[in-house]
């Protein structure tokens, strides 16, 4: 990463000198965020996590931030901040939409309706930018934030592995909240092969054991619609799974068939169960092409880039914030 003391134009906020790493705060709840962060130092970046969730200890959250003096800081879920809580602060401040939000042209769906109330709550004033998960809901955000791009979650390098022959018998894996949904695909298959079902709450070492120890992983959507594309999914091919998932939208580049098995229903999800379990190995190909795809949302490569791209985009085209 070029230093950005190099940048050409007028920076809005304090950058290091040409030649010293850029801080990078991540602010979020750590249970699912830590793992799109970067837990590491990498050249030219030095990164720090810090938990916080909505109606968390705001002083404590600040105390940390201050401390460590970010140049730019990076908060998943807009929604989370109390309004003008950032005024002061030197930093460039780039938000993290991570909900799916209603789509233009289509019917309105409760779920969706719901996040978007939630994303109402956030105050753009706290944001020079915005990235937004969701492409399709693009417009809904935009409305209310500074959009800037899209791209999914990245992946933690400690959770990226090789792949590895899967076990006899192959071990699944499913993370996620229980669902009258989810366990119309999950209860009947349970009943026949051991899959490990963690609700929520894995993280740091623990996450990364439980990915080690699986070779199918499961993605399933919370209902039959709307449809979506969970962070699981790219956790599962960066440790080298065989990932089994309902269809993604969007798909961010994921080809069904090629990339990840892809299921249409319950039956469908029980015959690439059996069929995992009855050759372990014939879709080897499958996992080796998922994996390779993981690449591309390396932690370690995405966020040296966005951090250089925001710092650019500021100096370029200034903020409102």
Same mark, same amino acid.
């Given at each position: 990463?070029?230093?950005?003391?190099?940048?050409?134009? *007028?920076?809005?906020?304090? !950058?290091? #000198?040409?030649?010293? +790493?850029? =801080?990078?705060? &991540?602010? $979020?709840?750590? /249970?699912?965020?830590?793992?799109?962060?970067?837990?590491?130092?990498?050249?030219?970046?030095?990164?720090?996590?810090?938990?916080?969730?909505?109606?968390?200890?705001?002083?404590?959250?600040?105390?940390?931030?201050?401390?460590?003096?970010?140049?730019?800081?990076?908060?998943?879920?807009?929604?989370?901040?109390?309004?003008?809580?950032?005024?002061?602060?030197?930093?460039?401040?780039?938000?993290?939409?991570?909900?799916?939000?209603?789509?233009?042209?289509?019917?309105?769906?409760?779920?969706?309706?719901?996040?978007?109330?939630?994303?109402?709550?956030?105050?753009?004033?706290?944001?020079?930018?915005?990235?937004?998960?969701?492409?399709?809901?693009?417009?809904?955000?935009?409305?209310?934030?500074?959009?800037?791009?899209?791209?999914?979650?990245?992946?933690?390098? *400690?959770?990226?592995?090789? !792949?590895? #022959?899967?076990?006899? +018998?192959? =071990?699944?894996? &499913?993370? $996620?909240?229980? /669902?009258?949904?989810?366990?119309?695909?999950?209860?009947?298959?349970?009943?026949?092969?051991?899959?490990?079902?963690?609700?929520?709450?894995?993280?740091?070492?623990?996450?990364?054991?439980?990915?080690?120890?699986?070779?199918?992983?499961?993605?399933?959507?919370?209902?039959?619609?709307?449809?979506?594309?969970?962070?699981?999914?790219?956790?599962?091919?960066?440790?080298?799974?065989?990932?089994?998932?309902?269809?993604?939208?969007?798909?961010?580049?994921?080809?069904?068939?090629?990339?990840?098995?892809?299921?249409?229903?319950?039956?469908?999800?029980?015959?690439?169960?059996?069929?995992?379990?009855?050759?372990?190995?014939?879709?080897?190909?499958?996992?080796?092409?998922?994996?390779?795809?993981?690449?591309?949302?390396?932690?370690?490569?995405?966020?040296?880039?966005?951090?250089?791209?925001?710092?650019?985009?500021?100096?370029?085209?200034?903020?409102?914030?």
């Amino acid at each position: 990463m070029t230093a950005p003391g190099a940048l050409t134009g *007028r920076a809005p906020y304090s !950058v290091p #000198p040409t030649g010293t +790493p850029v =801080r990078v705060a &991540f602010v $979020g709840q750590r /249970t699912y965020f830590e793992a799109c962060s970067v837990h590491r130092e990498l050249p030219g970046l030095v990164p720090t996590f810090i938990d916080f969730r909505g109606g968390a200890n705001v002083g404590e959250m600040l105390a940390t931030l201050t401390s460590f003096a970010p140049h730019v800081v990076v908060v998943f879920r807009p929604e989370i901040l109390p309004a003008g809580i950032f005024a002061d602060l030197d930093a460039a401040v780039v938000g993290f939409t991570t909900e799916p939000l209603p789509r233009a042209g289509e019917p309105a769906h409760p779920l969706l309706v719901s996040n978007l109330a939630e994303l109402d709550a956030a105050d753009a004033g706290n944001f020079d930018r915005v990235i937004c998960f969701d492409p399709y809901g693009w417009d809904a955000a935009a409305e209310r934030l500074p959009a800037w791009r899209c791209m999914p979650l990245p992946v933690d390098d *400690r959770l990226f592995a090789p !792949v590895r #022959p899967a076990r006899q +018998p192959p =071990r699944a894996l &499913f993370i $996620g909240f229980p /669902t009258e949904h989810r366990q119309r695909y999950l209860g009947p298959v349970q009943e026949e092969f051991d899959i490990v079902h963690y609700a929520h709450g894995l993280l740091g070492e623990d996450l990364r054991a439980a990915m080690a120890g699986a070779d199918i992983g499961i993605n399933l959507h919370g209902a039959r619609w709307p449809l979506s594309f969970e962070n699981r999914v790219l956790l599962h091919l960066a440790a080298g799974h065989l990932l089994i998932s309902e269809p993604l939208s969007p798909s961010f580049g994921l080809e069904p068939g090629l990339d990840f098995l892809e299921v249409a229903d319950a039956d469908d999800f029980s015959l690439r169960v059996h069929e995992a379990h009855a050759e372990p190995e014939a879709h080897h190909q499958v996992r080796v092409r998922g994996r390779h795809k993981a690449e591309q949302f390396r932690a370690s490569s995405v966020w040296p880039r966005v951090v250089r791209d925001l710092l650019e985009d500021l100096a370029a085209f200034g903020t409102a914030r």
